[in-house]
């Protein structure tokens, strides 16, 4: 456990989002579910951190630079734990920075897809069920739904956004 904490408190000290979702493993196999929340709350943390020195920076992140891989991970699994919970408006100002964000053009637009899915009012599990194609995500093993329905989008386009 001694040494857990020890790579911890180096990768916070160093800034490193990678590093810690590195570490994540081994958090669930030595920390309770208490112990969690704060390891989890420490990597958003950071996250917003670097976010906020992008934004001042007016660079956009590279999805293949680990870090800033890291990053936006960590601020989409925000912006879908603010979808989960009905909080919609917030989860679409995410997926709106989200999409800016990245000079990943795929991921750009899925964040997109995803901000319309919230804006129209969808609830996160219609999303996922009439919109996002999780068979197709899950074969890409991307960190975000990247592989959207036909049909879905069509929805999306005829509800006005």
Same mark, same amino acid.
């Given at each position: 456990?001694? *040494?857990? !904490?020890?790579?911890?408190?180096?990768?916070?000290?160093?800034?490193?989002?990678?590093t810690?979702?590195? =570490?994540? +493993?081994? *958090?669930?196999?030595?920390?309770?579910?208490?112990? @969690?929340?704060?390891?989890? $709350?420490?990597?958003?943390?950071?996250? =917003?951190?670097? @976010?906020?020195d992008?934004?001042?920076?007016? +660079?956009?992140?590279?999805?293949?630079?680990v870090?800033?891989f890291? &990053?936006?991970? $960590?601020i989409?699994?925000?912006?879908?734990?603010?979808?989960?919970?009905?909080?919609? +408006?917030?989860?679409?100002? @995410?997926?709106?920075?989200?999409?800016?964000?990245?000079?990943?053009?795929?991921?750009?637009?899925?964040?997109k897809?995803?901000?319309?899915?919230?804006?129209?009012?969808?609830?996160?599990? $219609?999303?996922?069920?009439?919109?996002?194609?999780?068979?197709?995500? +899950?074969?890409?093993?991307?960190?975000?739904?990247?592989?959207?329905? !036909?049909?879905?989008?069509? &929805? @999306?386009?005829?509800?006005?956004?």
């Amino acid at each position: 456990m001694e *040494a857990f !904490k020890e790579k911890v408190l180096k990768a916070q000290s160093e800034g490193s989002v990678a590093t810690l979702y590195v =570490l994540a +493993r081994e *958090a669930h196999e030595l920390l309770s579910e208490d112990e @969690l929340v704060p390891f989890y $709350a420490n990597i958003l943390e950071l996250a =917003l951190e670097n @976010l906020t020195d992008v934004l001042g920076s007016a +660079r956009q992140m590279d999805i293949n630079e680990v870090e800033d891989f890291a &990053t936006l991970r $960590a601020i989409y699994e925000y912006a879908m734990e603010h979808y989960s919970v009905g909080k919609k +408006r917030d989860a679409s100002a @995410l997926f709106e920075v989200l999409s800016g964000l990245s000079s990943d053009k795929k991921f750009s637009e899925a964040m997109k897809i995803h901000q319309a899915g919230a804006d129209a009012g969808m609830s996160i599990d $219609a999303f996922v069920e009439n919109v996002g194609d999780m068979d197709t995500t +899950r074969n890409t093993a991307s960190f975000y739904i990247s592989e959207f329905k !036909k049909e879905g989008l069509k &929805t @999306l386009q005829g509800s006005g956004s």
